[in-house]
């Protein structure tokens, strides 16, 4: 069974840092594109960043571009997202998933909060 | 960056009717579009990939279609199960963008 547990998130001041990590099993994760998907409390879904396979490229969201850092350790089935510099509109429940351009492979964990306040 | 615009915003309908959800591109993006449904307090769910291949386990009442900038989420006959709210995304060009969401909301 295909699945991914999200860790790291927390209640972090304005300004500063967290990483979040994902924890991937039941599927060859260095063989797939993985992603980060954030939702702010009671709002849309909102793409944060991805990061291909095989030390591929990385691309972010503009809202997150020089602050936020998406990476892989393929040894260890986990994805990465280093985040600094938060701000209060940085709160929400972030979510790790498969990413294929036009592919069946999808799942989720179940998500982990960070709220940014003082 | 591309735009993706859902409508209804919400729709509300009894058991047994046919729901039509849209999501309009800004910009021509082929077949790379997915739906996704997601339930309160639950992780998204993939409905759809290349805007019309059912995702395993989707029921086929769900059906996807359309290419370029028309997207069309047909929900054929409503159970109470299907309340939720519905996303589209696009895969054709970063960065990725999500539409607003419908809200379907069973009767």
């Known amino acids: 069974e295909v699945q991914m547990l999200e860790s790291g998130g927390g209640l972090v001041q304005p300004g500063g840092s967290l990483r979040l990590s994902c924890a991937a099993s039941g599927f060859s994760f260095s063989r797939y594109a993985m992603t980060w998907v954030r939702q702010a409390p009671g709002k849309g879904l909102d793409w944060v960043s991805t990061?291909?396979?095989?030390?591929?490229?990385?691309y972010y969201a503009d809202s997150v571009k020089g602050r936020f850092t998406i990476s892989r350790d393929d040894s260890k089935s986990t994805l990465y997202l280093q985040m600094i510099s938060l701000r209060a509109e940085d709160t929400a429940i972030y979510y790790c998933a498969i990413y294929q351009q036009l592919g069946p492979m999808d799942s989720w964990g179940q998500g982990t909060l960070v709220t940014v306040s003082s | 960056e591309i735009v993706l615009t859902q409508s209804p915003a919400t729709l509300s309908l009894s058991p047994g009717e046919r729901a039509t959800l849209s999501c309009r591109a800004s910009?021509?993006?082929?077949?790379?579009l997915v739906w996704f449904q997601q339930k309160p307090g639950q992780a998204p769910r993939l409905l759809f990939y290349g805007a019309s291949n059912r995702a395993t386990g989707i029921p086929a009442r769900f059906s996807g279609s359309g290419s370029g900038t028309d997207f069309t989420l047909t929900i054929s006959s409503l159970e109470p199960e299907d309340s939720a709210v519905y996303y589209c995304q696009q895969r054709a060009f970063w960065p990725l963008t999500f539409g607003g969401g419908t809200k379907v909301e069973i009767k």
């Open positions: 990061i291909s396979d095989n030390g591929g490229p990385t």
């Open positions: 910009q021509y993006i082929n077949m790379y």
